[in-house]
């Protein structure tokens, strides 16, 4: 007889996600995916000035900040079609990638490695093995015995204080636990080094951004970073070369300690490898325009469907209509008024909350599809779609990662293996360091055509009457982001945002196919039901963002929750 299994809230996550499951012979035979909240920024977006949309819409999330403010405006601008100057695309650049890398590092270290690093285990470890183990794993200059001795006495602190702090509520001890007490000690090192890099590298946003979370720089056109080598009010080649700094020093930490710690997780847990997949249409767009028109990117993207790497079809401008035409949204299990699938500029946005029904509506995320079909979307999607359309850097880092984990298991490990709980992770961590490489380019493109004389930011806009359509796209760090405008007479008549975990953690669509999160628990194991460590492992594999999928609001203004901060 099945077991039913209720996980409310999922935590290490943004936002309220709730996962039901059922387990029999100590596997997940069903799963339910339910946001347990309601965005309505749609609403509140009705009747605005288009060109404010982005800063309504950043507040969505406090952890998907600078996303929500790309993906507004470049809706706007291709409603438009306005070019934008080539500065103000590589000052975007350098900002979507700064957060790329802050969210990536805080997801594995801060968020995820806890489901697979058993930090009670590390106090029993040899400090002498542990820094042996991590300097044969690469040069990091900071894997010394002195460094993470002292990381295990900090520990050992902890334990003897009687108080754990954020790991105090683990499944320490976990049957699924498998790593060596050395390599849960190199594991717990890293975790206190990825706050200090991944600090460094948001300063590049707070830079370019004037502040952090919710940037300010943006435009309908361009950026408001004002360009003079010579004006100390400016974006100076003193300000410049701070960033570039910031960069180098998180570079070395992606690339000599993330990728190789995911790696090695992935080769003490291969098995993983074999849970997981779930959805296998993947869709990924391309992102890092070098061009006014957005139709040359440092990253491809595109459409793999059923897995097949093959099968490939590219995603080519701001502007494709195989994107623009492909998308809807069900919400036939869904709390929202009516049965319908529709394109975003045809969608409503009326809530019509019933209760949770197993075979009916359960949950306030919609359920996006592309070319009929649920589609998995974040890092796997997009290194898969790059490693297909040929992209370099890409197939460089996958590689490395992949021989990494083959030389640690001892034997071959291919693309096949990143289609798993265990693959979202290892290609989160290659896509951390292309986007290393890829700030360095976009930094080195701004000095070059600020040295040119080019001090151009922004692009007037001009809102002709009638009506007019646009949709905006950006690879977030959770994957394929999209906002979708219908402008009347200057104002916005219809606003919907399709995000990377409305994707994700949507509910059964139109065809009553399971998302990609209830997809990818089914077979995976469950050692305990009263601890479901195998659940999360999974589902933090997508780095949930639930506030971007929904928002909650009371219509009659009453109080739904207080919070007292101890």
């Known amino acids: 007889m099945a077991k039913r299994i209720t996980v409310d809230p999922i935590t290490r996550i943004e936002g309220h996600l709730r996962i039901d499951c059922e387990v029999e012979n100590g596997r997940v035979s069903n799963a339910w995916s339910s946001g347990q909240m309601w965005r309505g920024i749609e609403v509140i977006l009705q009747g605005r000035d288009p060109r404010d949309a982005w800063l309504f819409t950043q507040r969505i999330c406090g952890v998907c900040t600078t996303v929500h403010a790309i993906a507004s405006v470049r809706a706007v601008e291709n409603a438009l079609e306005l070019e934008i100057p080539v500065n103000a695309q590589y000052i975007r650049n350098l900002l979507i990638a700064a957060h790329g890398l802050h969210d990536h590092i805080v997801h594995f270290y801060q968020l995820s490695a806890l489901d697979w690093v058993d930090i009670v285990s590390a106090l029993q470890a040899d400090a ?3 820094a042996k183990l991590g300097q044969s794993l690469s040069d990091w200059h900071r894997n010394s015995f002195q460094e993470i001795k002292g990381v295990q006495d900090k520990l050992k602190n902890f334990v003897n204080s009687g108080q754990l702090g954020v790991f105090g509520s683990g499944y320490w001890g976990h049957p699924a636990m498998k790593l060596s007490p050395e390599v849960n000690l190199l594991a717990a090192t890293h975790y206190f080094q990825a706050l200090e890099y991944q600090r460094k590298i ?5 830079i370019l951004g004037s502040k952090t979370p919710h940037i300010q720089n943006l435009a309908v056109g361009g950026v408001t970073n004002p360009v003079d ?11 410049l070369y701070h960033i570039k700094s910031l960069i180098d020093e998180t570079e070395a930490f992606v690339k000599q300690v993330y990728l190789l710690d995911v790696a090695a997780v992935g080769a003490f847990y291969a098995d993983w490898t074999g849970y997981g997949s779930g959805v296998t249409n993947y869709l990924s767009v391309p992102d890092l325009p070098q061009d006014s028109k957005g139709r040359e990117f440092l990253l491809p993207g595109g459409y793999i469907p059923s897995g097949d790497v093959g099968a490939f079809a590219p995603i080519q401008s701001f502007q494709d209509d195989f994107f623009g ?4 949204e069900s919400i036939k299990h869904s709390w929202y008024d009516g049965d319908w699938e ?15 029904e197993d075979n009916g509506k359960y949950s306030w995320v919609k359920a996006p599809s592309f070319q009929g079909e649920p589609a998995q979307v974040g890092p796997l999607a997009n290194v898969l779609c790059m490693y297909a359309a040929g992209h370099q850097p890409t197939r460089q880092y996958a590689g490395l990662a992949l021989k990494t984990v083959s030389t640690l298991l001892g034997q071959e490990v291919g693309l096949d293996a990143l289609h798993s709980t265990i693959g979202r992770h290892a290609a989160r961590a290659v896509r951390c360091a292309v986007l290393a490489d890829t700030l360095n380019e976009n930094w080195s493109a701004l000095i070059n055509n600020i040295g040119q004389g080019d001090y151009t930011i922004c692009n007037k806009p001009e809102f002709p009457k009638g009506e007019i359509r646009g949709f905006g796209f950006h690879e977030a760090p959770r994957g394929t982001l999209s906002h979708w405008v219908v402008i009347k007479d200057g104002k916005i008549e219809n606003y919907q945002c399709v995000v990377p975990s409305t994707w994700n953690a949507g509910p059964r669509g139109q065809k009553d196919a399971p998302g990609p999160y209830e997809a990818s628990l089914v077979g995976n194991p469950v050692a305990d039901p009263e601890k479901p460590l195998e659940v999360l492992r999974t589902i933090h594999s997508f780095d949930p963002c639930l506030a971007c999928a929904i928002h909650l609001l ?4 009453r109080e739904i929750v207080k919070v007292k901060a101890l």
Not at 229 to 237: E, I, Q
């Open 325 to 328: 035409q492909n998308v809807k």
């Open 229 to 239: 080598p010579n004006s100390p009010a400016s974006l100076t080649t003193e300000k």
């Open 128 to 130: 002498k093995a542990a």
């Open 342 to 356: 529709r394109h975003p500029w045809q969608e409503e946005t009326v809530p019509k909350y019933t209760s949770f």
């Open 554 to 557: 009371d219509q009659d203004s």
């Open 202 to 206: 948001n300063q590049v946003v707070a």
